[in-house]
């Protein structure tokens, strides 16, 4: 028969297994993360330009129609 200190050091080496696993997976989630963040924040930048191409198509288009007198 196993001695009791023999199988209780059996499963503090597979907790210590378990629990470098997990530390890898959090290192992945984390580096994963990162890149998410960062393609967000291209995300975002491109549609702040967007919006302001936009303004300044609409204060443009405002323009040519005073000018060819189209606004009510």
């Known amino acids: 028969m196993t001695e009791p ?8 080496r597979a907790i210590r297994g378990g629990i470098a696993r997990m530390a890898d997976g959090m290192q992945t989630m984390s580096a994963e993360m990162t890149a998410m963040r ?24 405002d323009r040519i129609e005073k000018r060819l007198q189209l606004v009510d």
């Open 38 to 61: 960062q393609h967000l924040s291209g995300v975002v930048t491109i549609q702040e330009h967007d919006h302001g191409d936009i303004a300044s198509i609409k204060v443009r288009l």
């Open 5 to 12: 200190d023999n199988i209780v050091l059996e499963h503090l």
